[in-house]
């Protein structure tokens, strides 16, 4: 099994409406992130986590929000979607371990979710 | 602002060398990364290179960082077609070690 998933791995939808990505791991770790991939872009970070109730805006949050309601749970909502917001979004979990005397933190990212806005 | 600058593509033939650069701008960055991802999947960690050292070797991955150039590079030996994929670079920036990743390479292999 997986251990960060995302659903819906495909979704269409039109200009206005309010949609929720869900994002869910069973990792155990108390970070997760929210980033969109676009061709030439690369990854931008939205929202993170780092832990239930934790909210942080990221590099691009304007349109977006999260909720975080339990550890293994981040989802994302377009509150009103446009076009511009078409893009692969992908969710991960982040693990913290120390080395060398400082924070080294590894990603776990989920498959993604391709959403085109009509 | 950090940011992380790669090229966007490279492409070599079937058992080549394969050489991905990238260049950061936060000089405290404690880490760096180099994440790999598969069509139609997500990112992936590959490696990574605490900043004291200056490389690190992994079976066919080498590693090697210029900390004084903010420069870090992936050289893939004996490259081979399951290697095409995307390549990110990133930095850890800040006391909560957030990640910021380049803009990602695009390796084709040819047979």
């Known amino acids: 099994d997986a251990d960060v998933t995302q659903t819906p791995r495909n979704r269409i939808t039109k200009t206005g409406k309010r949609i929720m990505l869900e994002c869910s791991q069973t990792k155990g770790h108390d970070r997760m992130y929210w980033y969109r991939q676009d061709p030439g872009l690369g990854l931008r970070l939205i929202y993170y986590?780092?832990?239930?109730?934790?909210?942080n805006k990221g590099e691009i949050s304007d349109g977006y929000s999260v909720s975080r309601q339990a550890q293994a749970k981040f989802s994302l909502s377009l509150e009103s979607a446009i076009p511009n917001q078409t893009a692969l979004y992908f969710c991960?979990?982040?693990?913290?371990?120390?080395?060398?005397?400082?924070?080294?933190?590894?990603?776990?990212f989920g498959p993604g979710t391709r959403l085109l806005v009509l | 602002g950090e940011d992380v600058e790669q090229s966007l593509f490279l492409s070599v033939r079937e058992g080549d060398s394969s050489v991905i650069n990238c260049t950061y701008t936060d000089s405290s960055s404690t880490y760096l990364y180099w994440y790999k991802q598969e069509p139609g999947a997500g990112l992936q960690l590959l490696t990574y290179?605490?900043?004291?050292?200056d490389m690190k070797q992994d079976q066919r991955l080498t590693v090697l960082l210029n900390k004084k150039d903010k420069h870090l590079s992936l050289r893939i030996a004996d490259t081979q077609t399951g290697d095409s994929a995307i390549y990110f670079c990133?930095?850890?920036?800040?006391?909560?070690?957030?990640?910021?990743f380049g803009k990602g390479t695009k390796l084709s292999v040819k047979p």
């Open positions: 986590s780092f832990d239930v109730k934790d909210i």
């Open positions: 990133a930095e850890s920036i800040g006391s909560q070690g957030n990640l910021i």
């Open positions: 290179i605490f900043s004291n050292m």
């Open positions: 991960a979990t982040g693990r913290k371990s120390t080395g060398q005397g400082s924070l080294r933190e590894t990603q776990y």
